[in-house]
C-alpha cells in the first residue's frame, strides 16, 4: 500500500527537509483521532528517539484547547487551525494537516492559509484523497488508498515515521536538498 507511493513521501521529505535546513518548522494539526497523531507527529521532530539525530522545530496546533476552542468561538470550525497558523507560521515553515478521509474541512482550509503565506503544505490522507486532493494548496498529498479508517491511520503512523527518518538522511546529506548545486 505504501510502496506504490515510496516517491511521493521522499519527495515530501525532501522538501521538508529543505525547509528546516533553511530554519523552517512544522506545525501540525488534524481532528479527532488525527489530532491525536498530528501530537504524536511533532512529539517524532522535537524529541528524536535515535541517539544523534538532532531535534527540529515542531509544535502540533492541537495541544493548546484555548487557543484552539477561541478560533472556533471568534471564526466558527473553518477557522480551528487557520487561526493559530496566521498568527505563528513563517513563510518558510511547514504545515501538514492529517485528515483520514480528505474530507476535513477545517484542515483543507487550514492548508489554504498556510500555502496562501508561503508554507509548505502537506497532507495525509486516506480514501481518494476527497477535498485535499482536489485542492492546489496541497503541495504534496500522500493518500493510504482505503476506506478503512484503521489501516489508513496505521499507515499514516507508518508515513509520519518515515517521514521524520528520510528527513534526517537528506539534512545528513545537504547536496541533495531543494536548491542545492547537483
Do not use: Q
Not at 110 to 127: D, F, K, Q
Not at 155 to 161: E, G, K, P, Q, R
Request: glycine share 10%.
Amino acid at each position: 500500500m505504501l510502496a506504490e507511493d515510496a516517491d511521493a513521501v521522499a519527495a515530501a521529505c525532501r522538501a521538508m527537509a529543505g525547509r528546516f535546513h533553511a530554519g523552517g518548522r512544522l506545525l501540525t494539526f488534524g481532528n479527532g483521532a488525527a489530532a491525536a497523531d498530528a501530537a504524536h507527529l511533532a512529539v517524532e521532530f522535537v524529541h528524536p528517539v535515535i541517539v544523534g539525530k538532532r531535534a527540529l522545530p515542531a509544535v502540533s496546533l492541537v495541544n493548546d484547547p484555548a487557543t484552539l476552542t477561541a478560533a472556533l468561538a471568534a471564526g466558527g470550525p473553518g477557522e480551528t487551525f487557520a487561526a493559530p497558523l496566521r498568527s505563528l507560521a513563517r513563510p518558510g515553515d511547514i504545515a501538514l494537516g492529517l485528515s483520514p478521509d480528505g474530507g476535513c474541512a477545517n484542515v483543507a482550509h487550514a492548508l489554504g492559509v498556510a500555502h496562501a503565506r508561503g508554507l509548505l503544505t502537506v497532507a495525509l490522507t486516506g480514501g481518494d484523497g476527497g477535498l485535499l486532493a482536489a485542492t492546489p494548496d496541497v503541495d504534496h498529498l500522500l493518500v493510504v488508498h482505503t476506506s478503512d479508517r484503521a489501516v489508513v491511520k496505521e499507515v499514516h503512523v507508518t508515513i509520519y515515521h518515515v517521514l521524520w527518518e528520510l528527513v534526517h538522511v537528506f539534512l545528513e546529506n545537504p547536496e541533495s536538498l531543494p536548491g542545492s548545486a547537483a
